[in-house]
């Protein structure tokens, strides 16, 4: 069983920075594509950023590009997350997924991705 383990959320100032981290174990996870979703008060769980196996490739939603940084490393079960210059809009629970699939891609959607952390708190104050 697949079991994802977030941590390094925190509360920061706007303009801060905070690293993500996310653990993964429980099977051959550095095989597949991995990533970042959040979810604020009242909204939707929406993607931020995803990367493939082997680190060769990310997409990063456009509230997020230029300020977040996703990476791994090539055979490695941990994913991170860099955020820079944060803002208070980027205040969500945060959490890590996994997508079971041998397709090399990066969805968006939540429901393509079969397995998810229990989620870490960012909160950013102006």
């Known amino acids: 069983q697949v079991q994802l383990v977030e941590s390094g959320g925190g509360l920061v100032q706007a303009g801060d920075s905070l690293r993500l981290s996310c653990a993964a174990s429980?099977?051959?996870?550095?095989?597949?594509?991995m990533g970042w979703f959040r979810q604020s008060p009242g909204k939707e769980r929406e993607f931020v950023a995803g990367?493939?196996?082997?680190?060769?490739?990310?997409n990063y939603a456009d509230a997020v590009k230029g300020r977040f940084t996703i990476s791994r490393v090539n055979g490695n079960s941990m994913v991170y997350l860099q955020m820079n210059s944060l803002k208070p809009e980027d205040t969500a629970v945060y959490y890590c997924?996994?997508?079971?699939?041998?397709?090399?891609?990066?969805?968006?959607?939540?429901?393509?991705?079969?397995?998810w952390g229990q989620g870490t708190q960012v909160t950013v104050s102006s």
């Open positions: 997924v996994l997508r079971w699939s041998l397709i090399v891609e990066i969805p968006n959607m939540a429901n393509e991705y079969e397995y």
């Open positions: 990367i493939i196996w082997n680190g060769e490739r990310a």
């Open positions: 429980g099977g051959p996870v550095s095989t597949y594509t």
